[in-house]
């Protein structure tokens, strides 16, 4: 058996959170090993937010080119998918290859190891012959993989997920989407307008059924308009492929057709490969529970998707730099105790913004920490309108007992809403809680809604009160504007 290698920390996961968490502790001096039998970074840079944004751009351009008619004179665009996937390869993915994102790693003073690392003990990490002891503890950033339905015949077949889909060179004539959740109708959209027949099959009664009703309205509207087929109250019961394709038939008798399956039925992390059980830790559950400094039980932590609290890059970087702080501070109390002053050196004599984070916290009180807090968790449905939220929906505040108001009012309320012709489709709708006099919920639907969120985000985390932000003055003519109207109309 070999030796254990004695380390500060080791982190098991070099997605976007990991990658956050491993950097910077190893630039505040720590003897810090990554593990990542993937690509360093994760999803987001290479299948998930940066190549699917750059593939909404071009299909957003598209589609503006195509509005010209009715506005400016005419235009006629020919898309072409060509271009989307030469950038998407050669720009944001370099052809699938993490060596820059190694090397930014190791240029902090990580040590990188390629593999599949295991916990083997309290603070002992595998990967394969290798063994570390980590000294102050283990970080879990292991991310989540696709959750494919237990549908009769799909495993046998050839079915896409959202990398394949992200990958693909030449598109396909038609294609089915298995699920219809924002990954699912961000993709839908997308190959819709470059000319795929696209056809969304949803189990639940509704897509983005994590979202506002009307937020699940404008949503399907818009890939309608996109010549989208959507189905909801589908239950796949059986997928087939052969030589003509994919056909997907539902419980009900339903049947579907297309040249390519897409199957965006939500994630789940894979615990059992973690060996938690050699630390007491269940790994029957979907994610991995964390407290509010994401301690997973003592000397370990998780960051990111693993969590369960939102598979979010913002949500991983949050994360990590609680992580980052709070083990810094167990570094400077295992090494030496608190340091009040929040300058004393930590490990080697490094200090730096992460060291100085671990000393006040976002608190600004010496010796703090800072907690994780999700009342403001803001997310962002990428298609054309953006669909931003924040906060609880109206239904959820509804099941907390909340004496809740509700403001609604169309985008076009606005004069920017008119002049850009929003119609129907763009929207602002507030959540508040009357009895405390502030906003717990807010979601902003329109062309630039992911932007404007902005806004909610601060009125909700901070929770501003109503009669502040009735009194703010709001930049004509602009979409926020709208948020003014939604004010008003709260408990009509």
Known sequence: ????????????????????????????????????????????????????KMMIRAANAVAEARRVDGLAGTAQVTPEWAPVAKRIREEATDDWDDRVA????????????????????????????????????????????PSVPPVDGLAETPYWTNRAAI?????????????????????????????????????????????EPESSEAAAAALRADGVEIHTGVKAARVEHGAGGFTLRGTEGEEFTAERLLVV???????????????GVDASGRYLPVNDRLHVTDGIWAVGDVTGEGAFTHVAMYQASIVVADVLDHVRRADGG????????????????????????????????????????????????????VGLTEQQARERGINVQ?????????????????????FIKLVADADQGVLIGATSAGPAGGEV??????????????????HMIYAYPTFHRAISDALRNLGR
């Open 102 to 145: 190694v090397q930014r790693f190791t240029d902090k003073g990580g040590r990188f190891v390629r593999g599949s690392g295991r916990i083997d003990g309290p603070g002992r990490v595998r990967v394969g012959d290798q063994v570390f002891q980590a000294r102050h503890g283990i970080v879990l950033g292991t991310g989540t993989r």
């Open 453 to 470: 969120l902005s806004a909610l985000v601060v009125a909700v985390h901070a929770a501003v009160p109503l009669t502040q932000l009735r």
């Open 167 to 211: 990958e693909v060179e030449e598109l396909p004539a038609s294609l089915l989407v298995l699920g219809g959740g924002a990954i699912g109708l961000e993709l839908a959209q997308v190959f819709a307008r470059f000319g795929v027949r696209v056809t969304v099959v949803e189990a639940l009664d509704r897509v983005l059924a994590v979202e």
């Open 1 to 52: 058996m070999a030796e254990p290698e004695l380390v500060d920390v080791v982190v098991l996961g070099l997605g976007v959170g990991g990658e956050e968490v491993a950097g910077r502790l190893a630039e505040a001096g720590l003897t810090v090993v990554g593990v990542e039998r993937d690509l360093v970074g994760g999803e987001c840079p290479y299948w998930g937010c940066v190549p699917s």
């Open 406 to 426: 509700v403001g609604f009012t169309r985008l076009s309320s606005s004069a920017r809403g008119w002049i850009h012709r929003t119609d129907e489709v763009g």
């Open 265 to 279: 039925t939500g994630r789940r992390a894979h615990l059992d490969e973690l060996g938690l059980d050699t630390v």
């Open 338 to 389: 608190a340091d009040p002053s929040g300058t004393a050196s930590v490990v080697g004599g490094a200090v730096g913004s992460a060291s100085s984070l671990a000393a006040t916290g976002s608190s600004g009180a010496a010796g703090s920490v800072p907690r994780a807090d999700y009342r403001a968790l803001p997310r962002v449905t990428f298609t054309d309108p953006e669909i931003g939220a």
